[in-house]
């Protein structure tokens, strides 16, 4: 299926992860119909202290110390591959949404933005409608793929993947000129390695060449051939075998996910007629005039080509393959792209695949969660202004915004007083430190939706026409001012960003609710929690990426060489401590494609900490229910990662995802930080203990 866009990948986010057990937050109550047997908070001070496992010590697995028992009596509800904080979180804020549409349903035939939300959601809700037409919605589509005959019409359908549910195994995206952030530039991407909209089928390239995943990679040729078979290919069995087998082969010539991670090598502008000498193989020309591209100056415009020797390796096997394997390969990625706005032979395929294989997930969300997820697709920043005016309050926005301020004073004395930095590189990431931006709760102005056209019944061409909609007001902005107001997560998002481009931090308003601040809970967690998600947001303005982009959001290499060796050295030292960590018998976190968020975690919980010290203002740290605030910061960072995992959506995750597991985004920072130590009393001997000597300071 179509997965979010390319702009993600330069955002440094806090992973939004499959959480819950049945909670009551806010005077509203949500769960599954599975009777879960843990309840977060049962003290009222912001702990779930009944949830931790006092039989394990804090310094042989702090992960479970904190945190075992909830764990161990926690059921991941069916239609999901995780359970912890973030996506108890998230099915509060499904639960308001549903609230919100079906408030809405009265508008559904009023020509407004109330209208467009209610027939939009309404349509996609009406399970026998889309039964009904079965896979018919895509006859218009197909016939294209069938007439398929050159070069250029090739192009073509690779062209309208920006807007239509069509295929490309590229993705061409607009953001901002990495070197003058004040203005907008094309980008081209391989599309897998950052998991964006085009790419192969599977997860990551692994998938395709690990024998220890051949079981996921055999299924997949199961699920083309399904897709195939109900789109009424002659042959699905043997059209499937040539499609795994041609995406077998340009996942060979991809760039690998840890490869990606270094800004200034996947940086590389140059003119369009530069790409048509690069990678003659593609008509490049008529694919960007069919993204809607202007055809005047098109061959001079400069375009952002990320992994340029893999993308002319891909084009050379694309332009090799037999004709009818790729007519093969479109109709199927087509299928595959279109599956939840088409009927349930075509959702239960996806499903089947998608969910029970790849990530061990027992059954389909139910209909009206498919509906919400596909009407934020479609309208998001629409459903998130209502949102907002019924659930965050400008209270809420004026505290958070107040932390916010503690972090970043915390984050300048801990620059002011870094031991490994010289001093111009310290001056130069201070005055970068006083240029972040910060967004919280909303954005000061929403989208304009009154252009789009939603038909009552359409669903799959209220997805064609919506995703059209969100391609033209990105290439809207090509050739205009970065416009600094515009957000790349909408409110109802539980989650959080750094975009280095624009040097700033977004915390939309979901995130922003217990567990991770509770404005009736014991502050000292609040620091551990919603202190320690701030903290490693602003710490990725300075990890192995951010660093490289200054106050401006400018990329060059702006560090001293003997501070940017400092910091490589520590931060290689940081990845060794990770790809040590081993998740499943001789599958091993990648410390070098998790090192960002590493860093980011490391740094958030240091950050945290200190700014709990600076909260005190020289009184003494007072223990509260049993706990040392010091110990409170620790259990509330300890709590929020509190995540379960199926074990092949953990695999998926280790493999194709740069955030480590939960148990190691507990483990990892607290015992490379010398007061845990001290709080917890961990001594030599432990399994968690590390000589100072090889503990890891950075932020």
Sequence with gaps: MKVPSFRAALKQCSVLMALGAGLVMGGESIGHSQAQTVHAYENGWGFDQPGMDPAVSPGRDFFTYANGRYIRQLKIPDDMSSYGPFHILAELTQARQKALLEDLLPYAEVGNEKGQLATYYSSFLDQAAVDAKGGTPLEAELEQIRNLDDRSSLAHLFGLAASSLMYSPFALDIEQNQQDPTHYMLMLDQGMSIGISGGLGLPDISY??????????????????????LLDCPDPVNEASTVVALETALAKVETPRDQTRDPLKMFNPMKVKELIALAPDVDWVTYLRTMGLPE????????????????????????????????????FHLADNAAPYLSHEFSDASFDFNGRVLTGVAAQPVRWKRAIRATNAAMGWALGRFYVQRYFPPEAKERITGLVQELKKAFRWRLEHNDWMDAPTRQAALIKLDHFAMQVGYPCKWWDYSALDIRPGDVYGNAVRSTAFNWHHRLDQLDRPVDRDEWDMTPQTVNAYNDPVKNEIV??????????????????VNYGGIGGVIGHEMSHGFDDQGRHYDEYGRL??????????????????LGAQYDAE???????VNGRMTMGENI??????????QAYHDSLHGRVDTPLHGW???????LG??????????????????LSNEHAPATSRVNMPVHNIDLWYQVFDVKVGDKLYLPPEQRVKIW
């Design 296 to 331: 005047a100056g098109l061959v001079e415009r400069v375009v952002d080509v990320r992994e340029p020797k893999s993308i002319a390796a891909m084009t050379r096997i694309i332009a090799g393959a037999d004709k009818e394997t790729v007519k093969a390969w479109l109709a």
């Design 628 to 634: 040392t605030g010091d110990q409170r910061v620790f």
């Design 507 to 524: 915390f939309p308003a979901a995130i922003l609710q217990p567990p991770f601040f509770d404005p009736k809970g014991d502050m000292a």
């Design 600 to 609: 980011a975690d490391l740094g958030g919980l240091n950050l945290a900490l």
């Design 208 to 229: 395709y060449s690990n024998p220890a995943l051949a079981t996921q990679k055999n299924a997949y040729r199961g699920y083309v051939a399904k897709m195939l078979a």
């Design 582 to 588: 081993e998740v499943f018998p001789g599958l091993h």
């Design 637 to 654: 960072w300890a709590q929020v990662w509190r995540e379960k995992d199926r074990p092949d959506a953990l695999k998926r995750q280790v």
């Design 556 to 573: 060059h290499d702006w560090w001293s060489n003997a501070s940017s060796q400092a910091f490589e050295a520590r931060a290689k030292k």
